[in-house]
């Protein structure tokens, strides 16, 4: 029923630029909290970014300022915008639905219970 399903990873040099899709479907998107996560290898999956209610955002430190979470609402799909990327910004890269907005505004990974296959991101040096 609910499902998320990621696109648009891929291979960038350091200060290159990606744009993450992720497509809803099952739900309503702009309904629920809604968030980018990603995991490196031997490292643990951490928040990225959140997007609830009307357009409430927040960021992880590491990439304020250079990425940007938004939604599509008519076309039910999440975005994740990252310019000025680095190195450390490899990684596999989730979206995760959560079950209350506190989710987002929290920046807690518990609540999220439906996640996407991920997408993988590589930036080289």
């Known amino acids: 029923q609910v499902r998320l399903v990621e696109s648009g990873g891929g291979s960038v040099q350091a200060g290159g630029s990606l744009r993450l899709s992720c497509a809803a479907s099952?739900?309503?998107?702009?309904?629920?909290?809604l968030g980018w996560f990603r995991q490196a290898p031997g490292k643990e999956r951490e928040g990225v970014a959140n997007?609830?209610?009307?357009?409430?955002?927040r960021y992880a430190d590491s990439v304020k300022g250079r990425f940007t979470i938004s939604r599509d609402n008519a076309k039910n799909t999440l975005y994740l915008q990252m310019n000025s990327l680095k190195p450390e910004d490899t990684g596999m890269y989730y979206c995760?639905?959560?079950?209350?907005?506190?989710?987002?505004?929290?920046?807690?990974?518990?609540?999220?219970?439906?996640w996407g296959q991920g997408t993988q991101v590589t930036v080289s040096s």
């Open positions: 997007i609830w209610s009307a357009n409430s955002t």
């Open positions: 099952g739900f309503t998107a702009y309904r629920y909290c």
């Open positions: 995760a639905r959560g079950r209350s907005w506190f989710d987002c505004s929290s920046g807690s990974l518990g609540g999220f219970n439906y």
